[in-house]
């Protein structure tokens, strides 16, 4: 089974402090995606990554940035943290190509971010 | 643009019945549509993915049938048990790129 694990479950930080959320998966997939998720507004793409040093944007990267130096870890980072930002972010991987194309994503338990 | 629209946003049913989930979408040149199952407070769990060419998939009590003419999916949950609450998602992939377009999900409560 596919594993995707997200560093924290739950995440306490202030006002501009610059925030770490770690995302790690051990089935060797490609694609790397990191959302958040607010009530009434769904799932929102923030950054993803189809390999390794390889970055795209999502609807929302602004004030987001990404890091992905190996392949089985994708690192969302929060450059100055503010209040709007808390919210659930949910890490999800997927096969690329081929025959895996028409693969689900997997994603991780989510990271419940409070900015004080 | 692609828009992806669940209908109702929220459903209580009794126990034992059987249940569907609607899912439309507005642009029919999709890769594949995928259903998820989401826990409070917890991520997503794929339940099952259509690929453009089929009509249908099956996983135990669950079926999805997809028509891409008319834009629409249905989730059927047949025999639902205290144990299916949760919200369900669907999600469309674009044939132009690896992103999903999601739902804002049906919020589904079985009642013992």
């Known amino acids: 089974d596919v594993k995707v694990t997200q560093s924290s479950r739950y995440l306490v930080k202030r006002t501009g402090e610059k925030v770490f959320l770690e995302c790690v998966q051990d089935m060797d997939h490609e694609n ?24 795209e944007k999502g609807d929302i990267p602004e004030g987001y940035s990404v890091s992905r130096e190996k ?16 919210s659930m972010y949910l890490c999800a991987s997927s096969p690329q190509g081929g025959q895996d194309s028409n693969q689900p994503q997997h994603f991780g338990d989510g990271t419940r971010l409070s900015i004080l | 643009k692609q828009e992806v629209t669940q209908i109702p946003a929220a459903l209580s049913v009794p126990e034992g019945e059987n249940l569907v989930l609607n899912c439309s ?24 993915l259509i690929q453009s060419s089929q009509r249908e998939q099956t996983s135990g009590r669950l079926n999805a049938s997809l028509d891409k003419s008319s834009g629409r999916s249905t989730l059927y949950i047949a025999a639902s048990q205290p144990g299916d609450s949760a919200t369900y998602l669907c999600a469309v992939r674009p044939y132009s790129n690896y992103q999903l377009i999601w739902g804002a999900g049906t919020k589904l409560i079985i009642k013992p």
């Open chain 1, 32 to 55: 790397m995606f990191w959302y958040r998720q607010d009530p009434g507004l769904g799932l929102r793409l923030i950054y993803f990554s189809y390999d390794v040093k390889m970055k």
């Open chain 1, 71 to 86: 392949k089985e870890r994708f690192s969302l980072i929060l450059e100055s943290a503010s209040t709007n930002q808390t």
């Open chain 2, 25 to 48: 979408f507005t642009d029919s040149a999709i890769y594949n549509l995928q259903w998820f199952r989401q826990d409070p407070g917890k991520g997503l769990t794929s339940l099952l």
